[in-house]
T-cell receptor
Framework: AQSVTQLGSHVSVSEGALVLLRCNYS??????LFWYVQYPNQGLQLLLK??????LVKGINGFEAEFKKSETSFHLTKPSAHMSDAAEYFC????????????FGAGTRLTVKP | NAGVMQNPRHLVRRRGQEARLRCSPM?????VYWYRQLPEEGLKFMVY????????ESGMPKERFSAEFPKEGPSILRIQQVVRGDSAAYFC????????????FGSGTQLSVL
């Protein structure tokens, strides 16, 4: 079975600082990994995805994530936080491209201080 | 994503009543997914439907829960005889091709059972 663990339910950074949101996965087969963002009172939006191509994946709004098989990690980073990045971020894994059993992490709430 | 419409936004029910949650997918999308998010937990897959068909309901509780996606009209998630443990945020997502990586989410329905 596949699963993801997000380390840290709340992360707080200052505006302009590095953002690092951690996600570790468990999968018996090569995984497809995703990061979603949820802004207040909105649905989830896809930030980026890893589907076995390049290990460094670039997404929207300056975010990127690196797939590290040796560490079973898919951490999300952004060099410089902006106030508008404040949101809830979810890591997700699915074992195959058309598998409906997408497993989500518990989420990490990012706060950006001025 | 504003394209997937869920209503109501908030729903309050007393124990034993029925809850009906509605989801209108994005225009042209014929694949609908329902997820449930319990407090401090990630989203958990419930059911995957195409027009008039249930494709995968492996995440759906065996009793009291049902879902449909008729030829005309929104998808409905129905919970009969609600209990306090049903209190959660219920998210609907739609896709054009039935591929999880191309999911578009609604803003969710927050169900509170008194």
């Amino acid at each position: 079975a596949q699963s993801v663990t997000q380390l840290g339910s709340h992360v707080s950074v200052s505006e302009g600082a590095l953002v690092l949101l951690r996600c570790n996965y468990s999968s018996s087969v090569p995984p497809y990994l995703f990061w979603y963002v949820q802004y207040p009172n909105q649905g989830l939006q896809l930030l980026l995805k890893y589907t076995s191509a390049a290990t460094l994946v670039k997404g929207i709004n300056g975010f990127e994530a690196e797939f590290k098989k040796s560490e079973t990690s898919f951490h999300l980073t952004k060099p410089s936080a902006h106030m508008s990045d404040a949101a809830e971020y979810f890591c997700a894994v699915t074992p195959a491209r058309n598998n409906n059993d997408m497993r989500f992490g518990a989420g990490t709430r990012l706060t950006v201080k001025p | 994503n504003a394209g997937v419409m869920q209503n109501p936004r908030h729903l309050v029910r007393r124990r034993g009543q029925e809850a009906r949650l509605r989801c209108s997918p994005m225009k042209g999308h014929s694949h609908v997914y329902w997820y449930r998010q319990l407090p401090e937990e990630g989203l958990k897959f419930m059911v995957y439907l195409q027009k008039e068909n249930i494709i995968d309901e492996s995440g759906m509780p065996k009793e009291r829960f049902s879902a449909e996606f008729p030829k005309e009209g929104p998808s409905i998630l129905r919970i009969q005889q609600v209990v306090r443990g049903d209190s959660a945020a219920y998210f609907c997502a739609s896709s054009l091709q039935g591929v999880p990586e191309k999911l578009f989410f609604g803003s969710g329905t927050q169900l509170s059972v008194l």
